[in-house]
């Protein structure tokens, strides 16, 4: 098993070389090694990631944030921040996106406390907004199949009206 302090002397060797893609998966073997120890058993300036990357990590926290960010995001989903839309940007709201990986930093509390809509669910909503359009107009604008929009509009149709 590799010590610690050598995955940490290797991630800023690496990122002081500019061999980004080999500092961020340091990271990342080096965070899941953080996330098994105890907080309790770590100095006071060591119990969150932040602090522990801020105090050992030559380049600082922000630095290993992207670092480890562009790691959990190779093959990982991008989630809209405002209405949780998945991958790139199909809503086309502005709204930042972050990363759906665990690691990615909470955007607030709207984000934590609001599930995220399924499908189905913005394809209703969708509907109901412009009842007028075609499922194939509103699937090409939300990024959702013409069959989810046909799905919804028939349970639209038959739920009793409010």
Same mark, same amino acid.
């Not at 590799?2 to 690496?14: S, Y």
């Not at 060591?46 to 602090?51: K, L, S």
């Given at each position: 098993?590799?010590?610690?302090?050598?995955?940490?002397? @290797?991630?800023?060797?690496?990122? *002081? $070389?500019?061999?980004?893609?080999?500092?961020?998966? !340091?990271?990342?073997?080096?965070?899941?090694?953080?996330?098994?120890?105890?907080?309790?058993?770590?100095?006071?300036? /060591?119990?969150?990631?932040?602090?522990?990357?801020?105090?050992?990590?030559?380049?600082?926290?922000?630095?290993?944030?992207?670092?480890? !960010?562009?790691?959990?995001?190779?093959?990982?989903?991008?989630?809209?921040?405002? $209405?949780?839309?998945?991958?790139?940007?199909? %809503?086309? %709201?502005?709204?930042?996106?972050?990363?759906?990986?665990?690691?990615?930093?909470?955007?607030?509390?709207? /984000?934590? @406390?609001?599930? /995220?809509?399924?499908?189905? @669910? *913005?394809?209703?909503?969708?509907? @109901?907004?412009?009842?007028?359009?075609?499922?194939?107009?509103?699937?090409?604008?939300?990024?959702?199949?013409?069959?989810?929009?046909?799905?919804?509009?028939?349970?639209?149709?038959?739920?009793?009206?409010?």
């Amino acid at each position: 098993m590799i010590d610690t302090a050598l995955i940490i002397q @290797a991630v800023n060797e690496f990122e *002081r $070389c500019g061999r980004l893609i080999a500092a961020g998966l !340091g990271l990342v073997k080096l965070r899941e090694r953080y996330d098994t120890w105890w907080r309790d058993d770590l100095p006071p300036d /060591e119990r969150t990631w932040r602090a522990y990357t801020a105090k050992h990590m030559r380049f600082g926290a922000d630095r290993a944030d992207f670092l480890l !960010g562009r790691m959990t995001r190779i093959g990982g989903k991008m989630r809209c921040t405002r $209405c949780g839309t998945e991958s790139g940007c199909p %809503c086309a %709201c502005g709204a930042a996106y972050v990363p759906t990986h665990r690691w990615a930093r909470a955007a607030g509390p709207a /984000e934590v @406390a609001a599930p /995220e809509p399924t499908a189905l @669910a *913005r394809a209703m909503a969708a509907i @109901a907004a412009h009842p007028e359009r075609s499922n194939r107009a509103i699937a090409k604008e939300i990024g959702l199949s013409e069959p989810t929009l046909r799905r919804a509009r028939q349970k639209l149709a038959e739920s009793p009206a409010e």
